[in-house]
């Protein structure tokens, strides 16, 4: 079955992926589901490490990383970095990376505010800086990829941006020219759809731009293991399968530092930490700080493997480059190629749908939707129509902690002692690092310029309860539907959501 686009659109302003659900049967998506484990392909590796023991008694320490996933796994290794006499330990619920940080695309983007548009509508007057911070905390972080020899398949390969739809070229071609906001340096290069056709063979591409620099791909699960490998090399005590249950103060005590003050003491189900400073890596699992969990939403994301390509539908899609590939859909797909552990060529769809359940509910059956797999099985093939009868290898989800302004935040609490960083909204891959430097500089109790930014001071708006929460969120959704099907005009929903905090613009 051939997909191809209808370049004139229908009367009832379909995008091109309301046409590929409506055209393209469900039984040839099902088809190239059929036998697709429903597993995270990035875990499902040889190189998958043995788990660290669980903790089984009561330890003193430093300082307690809570969460074994990036934010977690940075924060204590630049604490090692920064000071290798520093006793610190981590403790994971599961295991290092199984969360958000080994289930998704592997897109690494230089920036901390979920892109530089959307910056400039929630800190204006901070943003050129928080670009600037962005791109070097990129580089650090490729640095230490390279220092350490972590081997995450790291390409410096770039991305390309796609106009699915007619009105999207002039977002591209306006992209392109340097402005106050992002400057040339950060610019892409357009292409006609020629050219962008040439780098990634879908018809689905009237345009392109592409970005040389800003983002970096991984293979996201080898990221947090190689991350761990480097820590445990360091001296830091990994304990797996080790949920924290409470924080709570001790008296005075004796601290590890000779110095008597009271510490903060965390329960996990079969042993105590006593820390002098704890760091909270927990994502969006239930906030150890019960006043935060209104700033996070569960929501949830799904992805598709296919199985490797023979040389000829390699050769029939192109990808020479192997960048990342994205849609400008408010509801976007992300796309990209990877080589397996045999070295075959495979390609990632993922994004798209992105799933609240009421009450922020989180459920293991949550992790898996056959409907978003079956949408995301027809993108690919209106995507991709030479590769017709190419299947899928893995479908798999996973929750997003999603805040209102769609970028981290930070807080302290236990006067000082225990510090959070969460919100990262789907694009923590390189930003959860710049995370960790901020929480072990509020940690330090001095002022840095870090500590100093608005975006680490200032707190996105709350979501509010239930049910106005889960009501909030599908009013938003279907707006966000609309204006996609309008030409990208947003709506009286959409622009109230904007001018109160809440809005959204990567």
């Not at 996973?398 to 694009?427: E, Q």
Request: charged share 25%; aromatic share 8%.
């Amino acid at each position: 079955m051939m997909f191809q686009p209808d370049s004139a659109r229908s009367k009832n302003r379909e995008t091109s992926f309301d046409r590929a659900e409506r055209l393209i049967p469900d039984s040839h998506a099902e088809r190239n589901l059929a036998g697709a484990k429903r597993s995270v392909y990035w875990l499902d590796h040889p190189d998958k490490p043995a788990a660290q023991h669980p903790l089984l008694e009561d330890i003193t320490t430093d300082l307690a990383v809570v969460g074994g996933g990036y934010t977690g796994l940075w924060t204590a290794l630049i604490a090692k970095e920064r000071d290798p006499q520093r006793d610190v330990v981590v403790l994971e619920a599961a295991e290092c990376g199984w969360a958000a940080s080994g289930r998704n695309g592997g897109f690494c983007e230089a920036s901390i505010t979920h892109g530089e548009s959307n910056g400039e509508k929630h800190l204006p007057q901070e943003n050129e800086r928080l670009i600037e911070l962005g791109d070097e905390n990129l580089e650090e972080l490729v640095a230490t990829i390279e220092r350490y020899k972590i081997d995450c398949d790291l390409t410096h390969s770039g991305m390309m941006e796609i106009a699915t739809e007619k009105h999207q070229v002039q977002w591209l071609q306006d992209e392109a020219q340097p402005s106050d906001v992002i400057p040339s340096e950060h610019g892409p290069e357009f292409l006609d759809g020629p050219e962008a056709r040439a780098r990634i063979n879908t018809p689905l591409a009237y345009v392109g731009a592409f970005h040389a620099t800003g983002t970096v791909m991984v293979h996201p699960a080898k990221l947090a293991w190689g991350l761990k490998r480097v820590c445990l090399d360091l001296g830091v005590r990994i304990f797996e399968h080790t949920p924290v249950r409470h924080l709570r103060e001790s008296p005075a005590t004796q601290r590890r530092d000779g110095e008597a003050s009271s510490v903060v003491v965390l329960d996990t189900d079969n042993g105590t930490v006593h820390a002098n400073l704890v760091a909270l890596a927990t994502n969006i699992f239930p906030n150890l700080i019960r006043r935060n969990r209104l700033y996070t939403v569960p929501v949830y994301d799904y992805a598709l493997m296919t199985e490797p390509l023979t040389d000829a539908q390699r050769a029939a899609v192109g990808w020479a480059g192997m960048e990342g590939l994205a849609d400008l859909n408010n509801r976007f797909h992300y796309v990209r190629p990877t080589l397996d552990a045999e070295g075959k060529f495979r390609i990632l769809i993922g994004g798209y749908d992105a799933v609240y359940h009421f009450g922020r509910a989180m459920r293991s059956e949550y992790l898996n939707s056959e409907e978003t797999y079956l949408k995301l099985a027809k993108h690919f093939a209106a995507l991709f129509p030479d590769l017709d009868d190419v299947r899928f290898s893995h479908a798999w989800g996973g929750a997003i902690d999603t805040c209102s302004r769609f970028f981290s935040f930070f807080d302290r609490s236990f006067g000082g002692r225990v510090v959070y960083a969460g919100g990262f909204t789907g694009l923590g891959v390189g930003a959860t690092r710049f995370a960790a430097k901020v929480m072990l500089d509020l940690l330090s109790g001095e002022r840095t310029k870090l500590t100093e930014l608005e975006m680490v001071r200032k707190k996105p708006i709350p979501f509010p309860p239930e049910p106005i929460a889960w009501t909030g969120v599908k009013i938003t959704t279907a707006a966000m539907v609309r204006a996609d099907r309008r030409e990208g005009k947003r709506g009286l929903w959409l622009k109230a959501m904007d001018a109160v905090g809440m809005g959204f613009d990567s």
